[in-house]
T-cell receptor, first 114, second 112 residues
Framework: KAGVTQTPRYLIKTRGQQVTLSCSPI?????VSWYQQTPGQGLQFLFE???????NKGNFPGRFSGRQFSNSRSEMNVSTLELGDSALYLC?????????????FGPGTRLTVL | GESVGLHLPTLSVQEGDNSIINCAYS??????FIWYKQESGKGPQFIID?????DKRQGQRVTVLLNKTVKHLSLQIAATQPGDSAVYFC???????????FGSGTRLLVRP
């Protein structure tokens, strides 16, 4: 079974631009969560999507948004990029509703904002 | 490889020794806890989990201990191997939520 895939793996943008990151969950998984990882703040929850609806949201500004498609693939968007948005963005998928709520992480997208 | 964290506490152990990694969690209402391992350039990988109705759970070479009184979690790795070198994170959540709250992480270095 293929794992969680994220594209692109690396991205360089400049301040003020916007970016879209993509995540394909494990086949059969319907929940997708997004996390931001930085050396200073560690791993922080952004949001979770299930059945195309946002179920949970972390403490990030409205510049961070996401969506989920009917095939469970998810995208997250960051608008008006700031230098502090440079981070590793991780996506995790889960069955949601199964006997375990184990989350499986992808390799991440490394975003650098110049 | 990519640096996960520049100022993580580091535990250095000799190959073959046992390792103990500790974590203080934040929310007394959390009822599900997970340990993740993150190697350079990769996403976190599930190691073991425990629910709040247990105080100990064993896996293959790993044991997780939960002390709810002091909100403390530990991960014990038996016979530590070079492949165990990584950053280890604890995470907490309430079972009905898929929002994981991660600890700051500990870097484990295994000396050959």
């Amino acid at each position: 079974k293929a794992g969680v895939t994220q594209t692109p793996r690396y991205l360089i943008k400049t301040r003020g631009q916007q970016v879209t990151l993509s995540c394909s969950p494990i086949s059969g998984h319907r929940s997708v969560s997004w996390y931001q990882q930085t050396p200073g703040q560690g791993l922080q929850f952004l949001f979770e999507y299930f059945s195309e609806t946002q179920r949970n949201k972390g403490n990030f500004p409205g510049r961070f948004s996401g969506r989920q498609f009917s095939n469970s693939r998810s995208e997250m968007n960051v608008s008006t990029l700031e230098l502090g948005d440079s981070a590793l963005y991780l996506c995790a998928s889960s069955l949601r509703g199964g006997s375990s709520n184990e989350q499986f992480f992808g390799p991440g997208t490394r975003l650098t904002v110049l | 490889g990519e640096s996960v964290g520049l100022h993580l506490p580091t535990l250095s152990v000799q190959e073959g020794d046992n390792s103990i990694i500790n974590c203080a969690y934040s929310n007394s209402a959390s009822d599900y806890f997970i340990w993740y391992k993150q190697e350079s350039g990769k996403g976190p990988q599930f190691i073991i989990d425990i629910r709040s109705n247990m105080d100990k759970r064993q896996g293959q070479r790993v044991t997780v201990l939960l002390n709810k009184t002091v909100k403390h979690l530990s991960l014990q790795i038996a016979a530590t191997q070079p492949g165990d070198s990584a950053v280890y994170f604890c995470a907490e959540t309430m079972d009905s939520s898929y929002k994981l709250i991660f600890g700051s992480g500990t870097r484990l270095l295994v000396r050959p």
